[in-house]
């Protein structure tokens, strides 16, 4: 296995302030935040960063299983929060086939939300089952870590964006 970098640490900083500015764009006045869990917490941590406006930070942790598993899904970690009529963000760091977003977006809806909108860093070229409104940027059906992505838990904390090459990818 190798690790090609795909997008580095300077270029990921233009992209996190350029989607703070288009947040602050969508949302007038103040909104709540729900970052999907694990692998969002590191562009969440950079995004709220460059956001000037009141906001609050939740999170929530779905496990969508791919393969053979495919289509079932383990909600982990529910946000305590009231939504009634609240503008909501939900922050992930990449969108692939679109199952977690989904979920997160139904739920977010259940609960009342009044205006309800889906932010990714990364988004594959690929049939997904949910649109995000706010995308940074687009890549090929690659495997991808680093900066919060994870390959079995390994390789979240490397600054920048790395395709996975070789047999495990
Ligand atoms: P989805 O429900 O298929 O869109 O998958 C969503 C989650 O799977 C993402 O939030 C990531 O945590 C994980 N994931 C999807 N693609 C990749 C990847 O290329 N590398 C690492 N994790 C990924
Ligand atoms: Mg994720």
Redesign the pocket.
């Known amino acids: 296995m190798k690790l090609k970098r795909l997008i580095g640490e300077e270029e990921i900083e233009g992209k996190v302030k350029e989607i703070a500015k288009q947040i602050e764009k969508t949302f007038k006045g103040k909104f709540i935040i729900i970052s ?1 869990l694990k ?2 917490f590191i562009f969440t941590a950079d995004l709220v960063r460059n956001i000037e406006r009141q906001v609050e930070v939740y999170f929530m942790k779905v496990k ?1 299983y ?1 393969g053979q598993r495919s289509g079932e899904l383990q909600v982990e970690l529910l946000p305590k929060v009231n939504l009634k009529g609240k503008k909501v963000l939900i922050v ?10 989904k979920f997160a977006k139904e739920w977010v809806q259940r609960e009342g939300a009044g205006e309800v909108k889906v932010c990714v860093l990364l988004e ?1 070229e690929k049939e997904k089952e949910v649109k995000a409104d706010i995308v940074g940027f687009k890549i090929p059906n ?4 680093g900066y919060g ?3 079995d838990e390994k390789f979240r904390n490397l600054p920048y964006i790395a395709k996975v090459e070789g047999e495990e990818a």
């Open positions: 999907l692998g969002a969508s791919k992930d760091e990449i969108l692939d086939s679109g199952k977690s977003l594959k690659y495997f991808v870590v992505l994870d390959l």
